[in-house]
């Protein structure tokens, strides 16, 4: 069965200092993997996704992910954060060609960002 | 949250009552959900539709039904059944089942 692990409940970095988001996965095939923002009282934002191609994938608000395959890891990451970037953050697996092609999503991340 | 569409954003009902959460989608998206959130147990899903008069069970779907008689919507019914109603709930398309899902701005219900 497909799983997404989120190891961190939360997450607390400088403003200015580079920040990584934790993910972790298992697909017994070929995973697509997303990543979400959330701000409170908010649904959820569409981030960025990895389906094939550069293991290095660039989304929204200057954030990128990187996939490993070796490691089945698919971390967010950011060179420079922000106070704004203080949210909560989900990371989801779903298996290519899996029967249900449903998302699983992890118990999320909170980023605090401190100025 | 554009393109879709919750209402109302907060809903408040007494135990033992039936309460219908609205979603609507304009983007022309095949599929669409419907999570749960409480805090510390990130999105579980409810039920999801891939198709037009199609639907499916999620992991908790025990006190909820849903229809999927037009695209563009899919209201949850929350039951008296459902034994811990109060929580956050959040509606999502997507283009096909499988594809990045594009989330609702959430209602919020509490049943006291």
């Known amino acids: 069965a497909q799983s997404v692990a989120q190891p961190e409940d939360q997450v607390n970095v400088a403003e200015g200092n580079p920040l990584t988001v934790k993910c972790t996965y298992s697909?017994?095939?070929?995973?697509?993997l997303f990543w979400y923002v959330q701000y409170p009282n908010r649904g959820l934002q569409f981030l960025l996704k990895?389906?094939?191609?550069?293991?290095l994938v660039k989304g929204s608000y200057g954030f990128e992910a990187e996939f490993n395959k070796s490691q089945t890891s698919f971390h967010l990451k950011k060179p420079s954060a922000l106070v704004s970037d203080s949210a909560l953050y989900f990371c989801?697996?779903?298996?290519?060609?899996?029967?249900?092609?449903?998302?699983?999503f992890g118990t999320g991340t909170l980023l605090a960002v401190q100025p | 949250d554009g393109g879709i569409t919750q209402s109302p954003k907060y809903l408040f009902r007494k135990e033992g009552q039936n309460v219908t959460l609205s979603c609507e989608q304009n983007?022309?998206?095949?599929?669409m959900y419907w999570y749960r959130q409480d805090p510390g147990q990130g999105l579980r899903l409810i039920y999801y539709?891939?198709?037009?008069?199609?639907?499916q069970k999620g992991d908790i779907a025990e006190g909820y039904s849903v229809s999927r008689e037009k695209k563009e919507s899919f209201p949850l019914t929350v039951t008296s059944a459902q034994k811990n109603p109060t929580a956050f709930y959040l509606c999502?398309?997507?283009?096909?089942?499988?594809?990045?899902?594009?989330f609702g701005p959430g209602t919020r219900l509490t049943v006291t």
């Open positions: 999502a398309s997507s283009i096909a089942s499988g594809d990045e899902q594009y």
């Open positions: 697909v017994s095939g070929n995973p697509y």
């Open positions: 990895y389906i094939t191609g550069d293991n």
């Open positions: 989801a697996v779903r298996e290519e060609g899996g029967a249900t092609n449903k998302l699983i």
């Open positions: 983007l022309n998206h095949d599929a």
């Open positions: 539709s891939q198709i037009v008069n199609d639907f």
